[in-house]
């Protein structure tokens, strides 16, 4: 079945950078949309970042673009998130998300085939 697989997070102080991963097995990984969301504690999930198939388009939400990086490694099956400038206000569960479709828009707006389980980041103040 198909498995997404987040990790890398955990605690870091504010201004610290951290290097999340997702992994993907039981799909055809090339052929998917990849996005990061969080989700903190009484929050509604936020979308974060988005990449295409061939990882050559991205796109950011306001609240991380120029501190966040997506990135992907189909030959590994895993989608990158590299979080620069960290703020305490970022704490939060992280996750990934898969999208097969016709566009990126939909895997921004939360549209996703498949959801990792979240790994959690600390920022801590």
């Known amino acids: 079945q198909v498995q997404l697989v987040e990790s890398g997070g955990g605690l870091v102080q504010a201004g610290g950078s951290l290097r999340v991963s997702c992994v993907a097995s039981g799909l055809t990984f090339s052929k998917y949309y990849m996005a990061w969301f969080r989700q903190a504690p009484g929050k509604e999930r936020e979308f974060l970042a988005a990449?295409?198939?061939?990882?050559?388009?991205?796109k950011y939400s306001d609240s991380v673009k120029g501190r966040f990086t997506i990135s992907r490694d189909n030959a590994k099956n895993t989608v990158y998130l590299q979080m620069n400038s960290l703020k305490p206000e970022e704490t939060a569960v992280y996750y990934c998300a898969a999208y097969i479709g016709p566009s990126i828009t939909p895997i921004m707006r939360g549209v996703s085939d498949y959801w990792g389980q979240g790994t959690q980041v600390t920022v801590s103040s």
């Open positions: 990449i295409s198939m061939s990882g050559v388009v991205t």
